[in-house]
Nanobody, 123 residues
Framework: QVQLVESGGGLVQAGGSLRLSCVAS????????MGWFRQAPGKEREFVAA????????DYADSVKGRFTISRDNAKNTVYLQMNSLKPEDTAVYYC????????????????WGQGTRVTVSS
């Protein structure tokens, strides 16, 4: 079983930045793609970003392109989400997840999830 632990959330003013981290258990971290999702109050969980197991390709939701950057450090079993130019609409609980063997950006393409870290962006 894989355990994912997110950190780095908090309160930030609009236009500010945060970096989220997700530490995964196990030595097989580098075998899997990883993704970030978020869920705002009263809304469904939505895809944010994904990265391949080697880190050579990345994918982003249109709403965060140009502002967010996903990266990973396989030696540290960690995936990051650098969030710049934050907007109030970015307020949500952010979850990291392990992607299955297929390259997809849907919830069902991910099999392990962290408990989330809360990001609040004030106006």
């Amino acid at each position: 079983q894989v355990q994912l632990v997110e950190s780095g959330g908090g309160l930030v003013q609009a236009g500010g930045s945060l970096r989220l981290s997700c530490v995964a258990s196990g030595r097989a971290f580098s075998y899997y793609g990883m993704g970030w999702f978020r869920q705002a109050p009263g809304k469904e969980r939505e895809f944010v970003a994904a990265i391949t197991r080697s880190g050579d390709r990345r994918d982003y939701a249109d709403s965060v392109k140009g502002r967010f950057t996903i990266s990973r450090d396989n030696a540290k079993n960690t995936v990051y989400l650098q969030m710049n130019s934050l907007k109030p609409e970015d307020t949500a609980v952010y979850y990291c997840a392990r992607r299955t063997g297929v390259a997809g950006n849907y919830e069902y393409d991910y099999d392990y999830w962290g408990q989330g870290t809360r990001v609040t962006v004030s106006s």
